[in-house]
């Protein structure tokens, strides 16, 4: 079963993260930076375009055979899939229309979400938000394994497992590490996504409902592309927590591989993340970097140093809050007994003194 991990727990630290001091710094040193905030005009078109690739691939595939299908999802379907679902990521950040217009944005996520067959794009986007805010929070940050991951997937065999069920991890995780409320807008979502699953499966067969749902499992799993989820965040360099990846599958993930960048300037579109790095050279060149997304699957599958635990962690503030009310409370028992105590040597006292009268 391979090697074993050799972490047993996360890496702890008691400072902020780092992005939002960075972020106040080179705007104060780059007051440019501003400029490249905003929606990218061509961003849109090129998200429509992709859902009618795909729609046009369905109706291709529709007779094909199985292993035709197959081979389809996981080297086409699958790459635009992931594409479309790192392009709800920017939408997430209202990159599409704007921060004026964020029910455009919403609307336009739902589109976006379509040919990924399963609804995601608003249950992301309120989950995804946190992760910026709250980076390497134990409560709040549900990119961060859970403690049924660390503790099972600890050996090779088990990362590489761990790996080709990344996506249901990712899902499913938020929901039991920080459940929050079902919007309207997450109900909208299911329904719109159900009614075209069942329009497609309907006219065009079950192998192009297929098509879709397979390329959008299998690229966020075992595929190149799926290598960002692990380079962003777990720690190939001790004290190191986010890693910008500079390789050429950034054309085809809107430069998410950017991601101390993105990090930092959350508001500026991916289309132009490589210009941040470019003002602000001396802040990124050196900082620890990827360069091949197969590389990075391939050392947390084989390198016994990273897995599950490789991660940055933060105590919440609520945690903290709740130890120290806890705390304020047994200090205050404490000082309340001692007062009673002190009470009843008072008594003690006046009796003595009663006798001696």
């Known amino acids: 079963m391979g090697a074993r991990v050799s972490r047993s727990d996360f890496e702890w630290v008691y400072t902020e993260e780092p992005h939002a001091t960075r972020r106040k710094e080179m705007l104060a040193k780059y007051p440019e930076m501003k400029k490249l905030m905003g ?7 090129i998200v429509i375009a992709l859902v009618l690739l795909q729609l046009l691939v369905c109706y291709t595939l529709k007779d094909c055979s199985w ?58 986007k309120k989950y995804h938000l946190d992760h910026h805010r709250y980076q390497g929070d134990e409560k709040m940050d549900v990119d961060i ?18 790996v080709i069920l990344q996506p249901w991890f ?20 299911l329904i719109l996504q159900l009614s075209f699953d069942i329009i497609l ?36 360099v ?10 050429p599958l950034n054309c085809l993930t809107w430069n998410v591989g950017y991601h101390n960048e993105h990090h930092d300037f959350p508001s500026i579109p991916g289309s132009r993340l490589p210009q941040v790095r470019k003002i602000a050279p001396e802040y990124y060149d050196n900082l620890p970097c990827h360069h091949s997304w197969v590389s990075v699957i391939w050392d947390f ?43 009843v040597k008072v ?6 003194g009663n006798g001696a009268q």
């Open 39 to 45: 929606s990218d005009p061509k961003f849109k078109y």
């Open 67 to 124: 292993p035709t299908t197959f081979i389809f999802a996981y080297i086409l379907g699958g790459t635009v899939n992931h594409s479309l679902s790192l392009a709800i990521h920017e939408i997430a950040h209202n990159l599409a229309f704007g921060h004026n217009r964020p029910f455009a944005n919403r609307l336009f996520g739902f589109f976006a979400n379509l040919p990924l067959g399963l609804p995601v794009s608003i249950s992301f």
């Open 145 to 162: 394994p859970s403690g049924l991951e660390t503790k099972f997937f600890t050996r090779t065999l088990h990362k590489f497992v761990w």
């Open 170 to 189: 990712y899902s499913i995780r938020p929901f039991f590490v920080n459940p929050k409320p079902l919007s309207i807008l997450e109900i909208i979502n």
């Open 201 to 236: 499966y309907k006219y065009l067969g079950f192998k192009a409902l297929a098509y879709l749902v397979l390329g959008t499992f299998m690229a966020t799993g075992l595929h190149p592309m799926a290598g960002h989820f692990i380079s962003e965040h777990y720690m190939f």
């Open 238 to 247: 001790k004290g190191y927590e986010t890693y910008s990846y500079y390789g």
């Open 301 to 343: 599958i084989f390198d016994p140093e990273i897995g599950p635990y490789a991660r940055v962690k933060r105590r919440s503030p609520k945690t903290e809050a709740s130890k120290d009310s806890h705390n304020a409370k047994v200090n205050g028992d404490g000082a309340q007994e001692n007062g009673n105590g002190a009470q």
């Open 347 to 352: 008594n003690g006292a006046h009796a003595n």
